[in-house]
């Protein structure tokens, strides 16, 4: 027994759908297994070069000294110090000429110097590493053929800050 057709439209096979249907579902998948081992390799390589800028500036860092401060007999460091808080809403940076403290590198201290990069020492390693791109991600996702990755850190000197 055939079951009642409500309309007069015939019944046509759907012949080829489900095959397209699948090829289109294989380059999807291809598409997204291709982009996250892509994603993966350059975050694993980003992450070496973060490692290696930071071995590097912290090494140097650790040769380095400045000038030392102006304040001959320093006081403790304590972050808890009044004048951080009230740095924290005065903004006591903002005034010319700038107050003098002796609390080391606050906003505060660093703004009342002429050359506060000098005298922390502060220096910059930067690097960069040029990364190759398998040729299936460059045909079907990203027209070139290399990914730049740059990486940077800035350390003060180790020594030298209360002479």
């Known amino acids: 027994m055939t079951p009642p057709r409500t309309q007069n439209v015939p019944m046509r096979p759907r012949r080829g759908q489900a095959m397209a ?5 294989l380059v999807v998948i291809l598409i997204l ?19 290696d800028v930071r071995l590097e500036a912290g090494t140097a860092a650790l040769g380095r000294s400045t000038a030392g401060w102006v304040d001959p007999n320093p006081a403790p460091e304590n972050r808890s110090d009044p004048a951080h808080r009230v740095n924290a809403y005065a903004h006591l940076e903002a005034y010319a ?19 506060p990069d000098a005298e922390l020492g502060l220096e910059t390693e930067t690097r960069e ?4 791109l398998e040729d299936a991600f460059i045909d079907l996702i990203y027209n070139k053929n290399n990914v730049l990755l740059r990486e940077e850190a800035t350390f ?6 209360w002479r």
Do not use: C, F, M, W
């Open 21 to 25: 249907e699948l090829a289109i579902l």
């Open 33 to 51: 297994v291709l982009g996250a081992t892509t994603l993966g390799n350059l975050s694993l390589q980003q992450l070496r070069l973060r490692h």
């Open 97 to 115: 000429p700038a107050p003098t403290s002796r609390l080391p590198a606050s906003n505060y201290t660093l703004a009342a110097r002429d050359l």
């Open 129 to 132: 590493k040029r990364v190759l």
């Open 156 to 161: 003060p000197a180790a020594s030298g800050l």
